[in-house]
T-cell receptor
Framework: DTAVSQTPKYLVTQMGNDKSIKCEQN?????MYWYKQDSKKFLKIMFS???????INETVPNRFSPKSPDKAHLNLHINSLELGDSAVYFC?????????????FGPGTRLTVL | AQSVSQHNHHVILSEAASLELGCNYS??????LFWYVQYPGQHLQLLLK??????LVKGIKGFEAEFIKSKFSFNLRKPSVQWSDTAEYFC????????????FGTGTRLLVSP
């Protein structure tokens, strides 16, 4: 009964490949997020969706494309992977996306680009 | 744009010692403040949050934090740490308006020795 789940947990791939990470939440929340955590543990917001609509889109290369097929899912597709994309990617969700919300995080996906 | 500084990157304490982790933020408007914790092998989870009212906020597991507006600070405290408090602690801030857009500090790794 995991609240926010991500697949896969580990992803090792070659430069230039295209890969996807999936996220699902069973909390009934309206808002979902993607974060990137670099090797120094710095956590930075990438995207946020509220009711399947994109509401936050930080300065992220357009090789990264989020997709929200429904409120419970937010997937991240990455084209033409680069070495610098190696990081841990966290998905999170919150009730409505307002500034008072508590975010619930997934376990993370460790992406290694060789 | 807002930013968050956590001055202590690594802290080592013995059990029963008191803890204070520093967090300072930079933002021109009103903010909401959060502390999240990541225990080894676990998800990021909320420790406590501040929106308004009493600047001394109590969270889970005996943690508290005090918002000092004049110092732009939101330090985390615990009077007596336990071995189980070993974790990474992240301070975060979001503007007090609109959709939540958390900006995280770089984290403090706490190691509590038994």
């Amino acid at each position: 009964d995991t609240a926010v789940s991500q697949t896969p947990k580990y992803l090792v791939t070659q430069m230039g490949n295209d890969k996807s990470i999936k996220c699902e939440q069973n909390l009934g929340h309206d808002t979902m997020y993607w974060y990137k955590q670099d090797s120094k543990k710095f956590l930075k917001i990438m995207f946020s969706y509220n009711n399947k609509e994109l509401i936050i889109n930080e300065t992220v290369p357009n090789r990264f494309s989020p997709k929200s097929p429904d409120k419970a899912h937010l997937n991240l597709h990455i084209n033409s992977l680069e070495l610098g994309d190696s990081a841990v990617y966290f998905c999170a969700s919150s009730q409505s996306g307002t500034y008072t919300d508590t975010q619930y995080f997934g376990p993370g996906t460790r992406l290694t680009v060789l | 744009a807002q930013s968050v500084s956590q001055h202590n990157h690594h802290v080592i304490l013995s059990e029963a010692a008191s803890l204070e982790l520093g967090c300072n933020y930079s933002y021109g408007g009103t903010v909401n403040l959060f502390w999240y914790v990541q225990y080894p092998g676990q998800h990021l989870q909320l420790l406590l949050k501040y929106f308004s009212g009493d600047p001394l906020v109590k969270g889970i597991k005996g943690f508290e934090a005090e918002f000092i507006k004049s110092k732009f600070s939101f330090n985390l405290r615990k009077p007596s740490v336990q071995w189980s408090d070993t974790a990474e602690y992240f301070c975060a801030v979001t503007p007090n308006t609109g959709f939540q857009k958390l900006v995280f500090g770089t984290g403090t790794r706490l190691l509590v020795s038994p």
